[in-house]
């Protein structure tokens, strides 16, 4: 079996996290393998990034509706089939969003572990036609530590890669009036974690799906959740600066810092506690929250191997059986 920091490689030879990181540094300046490109594989359908139509509703759902697309989500996600959002239910309603996501969970029946934040990124929100990042829920069924091996049970469309910052709190952050501030949350963190989120959704064709904010409706499109070795004294770490750099199969794909986390990953995290509480969740000690991809969209697909390089931060891998 392997030990702490140690991880096989394709052929099964055991190697330490250093190793595997000198072997990947090595590949950044050759060129990609011929079927990736800077999105990774172009596996996202057919509506390329930027070019989702607005459907034509922007009024809210009806309670009665709102039921229903929770239904209809939550089903496929058991099931693990894709399905299509009828025409009649397709609204950009940011309100209908927020009583979709956050009733999902309770029909799923799935117990939360933490929240993550979708589309914290500028550039992301281009290539989405999203006007502001929208919230979702880690579960605790689908947060694997590094060096993971993820099976299909946990995707029906997409593997939708994305580098984060996350952490782990350890002070409640209870329901109140006035939003809480950078620091007070500052001091409320346990852990800095680098972490790899994974997106689905039940809905076809990823860049189209803004039209109707279907993947917003789709708990923000998080599927899957890496973690990387937590960071107790994580303080002194330029944040925002910090460098990551995502390799599928060892080819190196794209670099991306933390400022894409909203200018800063505290900054985000402050975004995500403050959107919960207002919604009247309080966020517990414990609980983990990632704040959004450095990175944008790396597209995968079974039998892929994702390698992020956090630099002096460490290594997060995920392998899709």
Request: net charge negative; charged share 25%; hydrophobic share 40%.
């Amino acid at each position: 079996m392997p030990q702490a920091g140690e991880r096989p490689t394709e052929v099964g030879v055991l190697v330490s996290d250093q190793e595997r990181l000198l072997s990947l540094r090595a590949n950044k300046k050759k060129p990609r393998l011929p079927y990736l490109t800077d999105r990774g594989r172009l596996n996202h359908g057919p509506t390329p990034p930027g070019a989702s139509i607005p459907c034509e509703r922007e009024s809210e759902l009806t309670q009665e509706e709102v039921r229903e697309v929770i239904q209809l989500i939550a089903d496929s996600r058991r099931n693990r089939t894709t399905v299509v959002m009828p025409e009649r239910l397709r609204t950009r309603s940011w309100k209908s969003v927020d009583e979709v996501m956050l009733n999902l969970e309770i029909a799923l029946g799935w117990k939360p572990a933490g929240w993550k934040v979708g589309a914290a990124s500028m550039a992301v929100r281009i290539a989405e036609n999203l006007p502001n990042p929208s919230p979702g829920r880690l579960f605790e069924r689908s947060i694997f530590q590094s060096p993971a091996t993820i099976s299909p049970e946990f995707f029906i469309n997409y593997r939708v890669c994305e580098s984060e910052f996350a952490f782990q709190l350890c002070k409640d952050f209870e329901v109140r009036t006035a939003p809480y501030a950078e620091e007070e949350v500052r001091d409320g963190i346990d852990s800095l974690i680098p972490a790899l989120e994974i997106g689905d959704s039940v809905f076809e064709d990823w860049y189209a799906l803004p039209g109707y904010l279907g993947a917003m409706y789709d708990n923000a499109g998080g599927a899957a959740f890496v973690m990387g070795k937590p960071i107790k004294d994580w303080q002194g770490i330029d944040l925002p600066n910090s460098n990551i750099d995502i390799y599928v199969n060892g080819s190196y794909i794209k670099s991306g810092t933390g400022i894409e986390a909203m200018g800063d990953p505290v900054t985000s995290l402050t975004w995500m506690i403050n959107y919960a509480v207002a919604h009247g969740r309080a966020v517990k000690s414990g609980e983990i929250i990632s704040t959004g991809t450095c990175t944008g969209h790396t597209f995968v697909a079974p039998g892929d191997l994702v390698s992020l390089d956090f630099g002096a931060l460490g290594l997060v891998e995920a392998k899709f059986s």
